[in-house]
């Protein structure tokens, strides 16, 4: 059974930092992917990771500031967020089998989501 276990957000202040954690369990995937949602708004794509190669993916909105990684040892892919905007506010979820074609997709599994407020 995939289970994707999420753990990093909290409030934190305009310019800020904070670091997101999702612990996959029950098998690997070849993509792993971070979407966000805000109130009122849809989901949208944050960041993704190829499991393999390494290679990253990054929303325009966040490029330069957020930052993709995994530690393969603990099968978990970590989000560190930088210089964090009050339009970053949302719920931050977890995606394994993300895809891509015009943009991204989620994949079949998704973690529970964490919330992270960015006060200005």
């Known amino acids: 059974q995939v289970q994707l276990v999420e753990s990093g957000g909290g409030l934190v202040q305009a310019g800020g930092s904070l670091r997101l954690s999702c612990a996959a369990s029950?098998?690997?995937?070849?993509?792993m992917a971070w979407f966000r949602q805000a109130p009122g708004k849809e989901r949208e794509f944050v960041a993704a990771?190829?499991?393999?190669?390494?290679?990253?993916y990054y929303a325009d909105s966040v490029k330069g500031r957020f930052t993709i990684s995994r530690d393969s040892a603990k099968n978990t892919v970590y989000l560190l967020m930088n210089s964090l905007k009050p339009e970053d506010t949302a719920a931050y979820y977890c995606?394994?089998?993300?895809?891509?074609?015009?943009?991204?997709?989620?994949?079949?599994?998704w973690g529970q989501g964490t919330q992270v407020t960015v006060s200005s």
């Open positions: 995606n394994a089998g993300a895809y891509r074609t015009s943009t991204w997709y989620g994949g079949a599994y």
């Open positions: 029950g098998r690997t995937f070849s993509t």
């Open positions: 990771l190829t499991w393999s190669g390494g290679y990253t």
